[in-house]
């Protein structure tokens, strides 16, 4: 049976700042300090080394409010579980939100009788910050949490943490909604789950099935960059964190689970669905004009031969092409279609300059974020600017098809006008690929690495010294502080504010 971690085993914790909400210090979560660089990567993902006897690799919380009557039969029942079966050492560790019952005194003697147990005491609410809380402060390398209620049949959590050990992924979660789970739970639930998913896939593009099954796991050293990043201290904390790690290209593993509902759950799913929707507005609006900076979240390159260049040709270049022509082609329609509505108010030669302009500036902006992969507010303007020069070109060459059209035909067809205005657009189009890549989104393979704010336009390259230290050594060296932490526990950006919980 694991033993209680002594401060001679307990891996390093990596600096952190000090979370908002009140936490008493315990010799499990080390103090944390803050550091202000940030690393370009993640390190490429690697198998956790063999820990000492007794050292926890995993942490599992178990977020409570008022939980006095399933506490201590969640937290033996596990505890019992994993003794028995879990071949790595582990801790449990109750987050209490702020209960006003018998809860705090219960994960209090919980934490007494059994080594492996840490009792944490919040003094607000909200599970989105409980779990923040404890897992920037603990020093495990592998995080995960469960509902107490035990809803999800434990036979999953070694299949839901094994591929995070292995280095093989970022996150896992357990879905409901895979085709092998098998779930009890009523009508309204099944629907209400199923209809916020498919908002999810509609709305942020998200591929992930499940995003509120309480039932998921983390790395430490992904978590201590994602985690600052993510706003909501609720329920819609899940969600977001994937959301965020899905669009900065992290793994995340899916297990399906066996799910018994339960019908005394204290969740109150008008208001909580109702603070999803707003969390999903936010998140979209931000991915729109690129105001995340998932830059600090994207890893280095494995040894999958798809991921090598081949000589001689661009990096990025299919993609590119692909990219590109997609949203051409939306752009030309959308450019016809104002034309064309404009073109009942208004002159040919005006209605043209309008419709072009305004599918110009929206052509730049998705060319910026989707086939180019620039993120972030930096240089947006100087793109615009670039990208109306390019528009600038494109309105020559169709404006002066249309002055050809009319000196050629005074009475052309609206068919007609709009056919050569047509072909103008798709040679402007080639020419506007050309100029894009090269002038406007240009190739900075050659340029410094943007280590500050993260607002920047994306991925930077990494240095040699930068490759050479994530590849060979599997370290981050700590600019500021000196020290050399390993991959687990690497240095940690700021930590974001958290929000009042209304709930």
Not at 263 to 285: E, F, Y
Not at 426 to 455: C, E, H, I, M, Y
Not at 495 to 502: F, N, R, T
Request: aromatic content about 6%.
């Amino acid at each position: 049976m694991p033993t209680e971690p002594s401060a001679a085993t307990a891996p390093h914790a990596a600096p952190h700042p000090a979370p908002r909400a009140t936490v008493p210090a315990h010799p499990a979560y080390p103090a944390h300090s803050v550091h202000s660089a940030h690393p370009v990567a993640l390190p490429a993902r690697r198998h956790l080394t063999a820990q000492p006897a007794g050292t926890p690799v995993l942490d599992v919380t178990i977020p409570v409010y008022n939980e006095e009557r399933d506490l201590e039969r969640c937290v033996r029942r596990l505890h019992e579980y994993l003794a028995r079966t879990f071949p790595y050492g582990f801790r449990i560790t109750v987050a209490d939100n702020a209960s006003t019952d018998s809860t705090p005194a219960i994960s209090g003697r919980l934490e007494r009788e059994i080594s492996e147990v840490r009792a944490f005491r919040l003094e607000e609410k909200g599970r989105g910050r409980a779990l923040r809380t404890v897992w920037s402060a603990s020093d495990a390398p592998v995080l995960a949490y469960m509902d107490v209620d035990l809803s999800t049949d434990l036979n999953a959590l070694l299949p839901l943490v094994a591929p995070l050990i292995s280095g093989h992924s970022d996150l896992a979660i357990g879905s409901r909604l895979a085709r092998s789970s098998r779930v009890v739970r009523g009508a309204k639930r099944e629907f209400i789950s199923r209809t916020y998913n498919l908002i999810l896939r509609g709305s942020l593009a998200a591929r992930f099935s499940d995003a509120q099954c309480g039932f998921k796991a983390i790395r430490r050293d992904v978590a201590q960059r994602l985690l600052p990043m993510v706003e909501d201290t609720g329920w819609f904390f899940d969600t977001e964190m994937l959301v965020l790690a899905e669009r900065a290209g992290l793994r995340i593993h899916e297990v399906p689970v066996d799910w018994v509902d339960d019908p005394a759950s204290t969740v109150h799913i008008v208001s909580t669905a109702m603070d999803d929707l707003r969390g999903v507005w936010r998140i979209g609006r931000a991915l729109a004009v690129g105001a995340l900076p998932l830059d600090r979240l994207s890893r280095p390159f494995g040894d999958d031969p798809r991921d090598r260049q081949l000589s001689g040709v661009p990096g990025g270049l299919a993609r590119q092409l692909v990219g590109f022509c997609v949203i051409g082609a939306l752009s030309t329609l959308f450019y016809l279609a104002l034309y064309s509505l404009s073109r009942t108010v208004m002159g040919p030669q005006l209605a043209n300059a309008v419709a072009l302009l305004v599918s110009a500036v929206a052509n730049t902006s998705a060319n910026r974020r989707l086939t180019f992969g620039v993120r972030g507010r930096d240089r947006a303007v100087r793109h615009q600017a670039q990208g109306l020069v390019v528009f600038a070109i494109g309105l020559a060459l169709t404006s002066g098809s249309l002055a050809a059209l009319d000196a050629a035909n005074a009475d052309a067809a609206h068919s007609t006008e709009v056919a050569v205005l047509l072909a103008a657009n798709l040679a402007a189009t080639v020419l506007r690929f050309l100029l894009f890549r090269a002038w406007v989104f240009p190739d900075r393979a050659g340029s410094a690495p943007d280590t500050g704010s993260g607002s920047g336009s994306g991925p930077g390259p990494e240095t040699a010294a930068d490759t050479a230290t994530y590849t060979a050594a599997g370290t981050t060296a700590d600019t500021a502080s000196g020290t050399t932490a390993d991959t687990a526990t690497e240095s940690t950006p700021h930590h974001a504010e958290p929000k009042d919980d209304a709930r």
